[in-house]
């Protein structure tokens, strides 16, 4: 059986995303008796949806959990629910589409709730000692739109699928803080170490398949 990991590719004014290397790291690896596929995905509207589709006509998994960046959040999301709206919000994709309040797909329904088990899968990254929240938006950028993507081919199917939001790892907020000169004080990027992030996505995966 197979269980399919996404990430992305750098995006924005990040030089690097950890959930690509997040994907990467767990691509080939097994998690509760399954094979996992990681793979990195274009930070471009269209492409992203259109190549995880793919994946999951490709591999057929029992489980898919997608992730991203989310530079400034403080802990692992596991987000609840995406929404049928990609709007950018100034940020524009890697191929500079810039769009403000489209439809994602507009004959799609308003929107889809994850079906990992968001809430459990959160108290297993607290109980691993991993810093982890329940959230309600992922946004209305890639990740949102991967996440409406994913859950609108698996709409019926019972396969369990979501995605988690991952913070800025120490190297990617040192380098942000380096910006500015070290005198100025004040707060800093919120990190997590890539090892961390990688134990919430594969512990994502466990609760999903042990559950
Ligand atoms: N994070 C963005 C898109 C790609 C990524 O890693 C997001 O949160 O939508």
């Known amino acids: 059986m197979t269980i399919l990991c996404t990430g992305y590719e750098p995006f924005g004014d990040h030089?690097?995303?950890?959930s690509g290397a997040v994907a990467r790291e767990l691509d080939g690896a097994t998690v509760s008796g399954n094979d996992v596929v990681g793979d990195v995905l274009p930070v471009v509207l269209g492409?992203?949806?259109?190549?995880?589709?793919?994946?999951?006509?490709?591999?057929?998994?029992?489980?898919?959990?997608?992730t991203g960046l989310a530079a400034g959040r403080s802990a692992v999301s596991v987000e609840r629910v995406a929404v049928n709206v990609a709007d950018t919000?100034?940020?524009?994709?890697?191929?500079?589409?810039?769009?403000?309040?489209?439809?994602?797909?507009?004959?799609?329904?308003?929107?889809?709730l994850a079906t990992l088990p968001v809430r459990r899968t959160v108290e297993a990254c607290l109980d691993a000692g991993v810093p982890a929240r329940v959230s309600n938006t992922a946004g209305t950028h890639l990740c949102n739109d991967v996440l409406y993507e994913t859950l609108a081919a698996l709409d019926g199917t019972g396969v369990p699928a979501g995605f988690v939001h991952l913070p800025a790892t120490p190297?990617?907020?040192a380098r942000k803080a380096g910006d500015d000169a070290a005198a100025r004080g004040g707060s800093v990027t919120p990190s997590l170490p890539l090892d961390l992030q990688t134990d919430a996505v594969r512990i994502a995966f466990e609760t999903a398949l042990d559950a």
Not at 15 to 18: A, H, Y
Not at 48 to 65: K, M, N, T
Not at 89 to 112: E, F, L, M, Q, S
């Open 89 to 112: 919000a100034g940020t524009p994709d890697n191929d500079g589409n810039d769009p403000v309040d489209d439809r994602i797909d507009p004959d799609g329904r308003d929107g889809y």
């Open 47 to 66: 492409d992203a949806g259109g190549r995880v589709r793919a994946l999951i006509d490709e591999h057929d998994p029992s489980a898919v959990v997608a």
């Open 15 to 18: 030089e690097t995303n950890p």
């Open 171 to 173: 190297e990617q907020a």
